[in-house]
């Protein structure tokens, strides 16, 4: 039985990275503000449950999203594989300028 995982790279936002999920934090059943290697980061979810989507900022106007568990299966920490796939990315990135 396999757990899909998903990870989406925003480049390009017309605001600062993490600052329109802020504009829309009342549309989300759950919005928790947490921080992944010092780096901010939300985790933000249209339905509470055993789905958790991560957004960390990776610069002013950049940004990861990852859920390590898309299927949905119970987990005990929904959020552990999403955590550990942002760290997997922020370890690996080169020192911002």
């Known amino acids: 039985m396999s757990n899909p995982a ?17 504009l829309v934090r009342d549309t989300f059943a759950v919005f928790k503000p947490i921080e992944i290697f010092g780096h901010p980061a939300l985790h933000a979810d249209d339905v509470a449950g055993p789905v958790c989507t991560i957004y960390t900022a990776i610069a002013d106007y950049q940004a990861v999203s990852t859920d390590g568990n898309l299927a949905g299966r119970p987990l005990a ?14 370890s690996n990135l080169p020192p911002l300028r």
Request: hydrophobic content about 35%.
């Open 77 to 90: 920490d929904p959020c552990g594989p999403s955590r550990r796939m942002a760290e997997m990315i922020l």
């Open 6 to 22: 998903g990870l989406q790279i925003n480049t390009d936002p017309a605001i600062p990275s993490l600052d329109g999920l802020y």
